[in-house]
């Protein structure tokens, strides 16, 4: 008997994906899930995790995409959305609606997040931002 899917089965381990500096921000480090390749890019799943303390942020931005969630999984990071600053620490989840105006300005050493998106080459617009964004949070390792 034989079975077409829409979509293919994957097992990513840890030791089969590195983390690499080759994302959508310098200075975050992005670790493929394998999700993309198995959906035909309908959805990318990836790890992203800080690589340098923040200094400018991401910008203002939007992105041009179906569905986007964010889950914190170690650390966290401030993020603004529209005019209102929040706080996504470890266990949180986030899902930023379509198109919706955001700013991550701040983050902790050791964060951490698992990021999905559909569709996988989503695009990220700059835009004009609502309002100022606060200061950002010194890294210890940083003043030293």
């Known amino acids: 008997m034989s079975t ?11 030791q089969d994906t590195s983390y ?8 975050f480090l992005y670790r493929d899930l ?5 959906t035909d890019g309908k959805v990318l799943a990836q790890l992203v995790k800080a ?17 986007h969630i964010v889950i ?3 650390g966290w990071a401030r993020f603004m959305y529209g ?11 986030v899902h930023q609606a379509p198109g919706i105006v955001h700013y991550l300005f701040d983050y902790s050493e050791d964060m951490e997040y698992l990021e999905i998106v559909s569709p996988a080459d989503f695009k990220s617009l700059e835009v004009e931002g609502p309002c100022d ?3 950002v949070t010194p890294w210890k390792s940083v003043e030293a």
């Open 4 to 14: 077409e899917f829409a979509t293919q089965f994957s097992h990513v381990r840890p």
């Open 20 to 27: 690499v500096d080759q994302g959508l921000r310098d200075f």
């Open 83 to 93: 005019d209102k600053e929040t706080l996504v620490a470890a266990g949180d989840c």
């Open 133 to 135: 964004v606060p200061a």
């Open 51 to 67: 690589n340098h303390a923040p200094e400018q942020g991401t910008g203002w931005h939007r992105h041009e995409a179906d569905f």
């Open 34 to 38: 394998g999700i993309a390749q198995a």
């Open 72 to 74: 914190m999984l170690k």
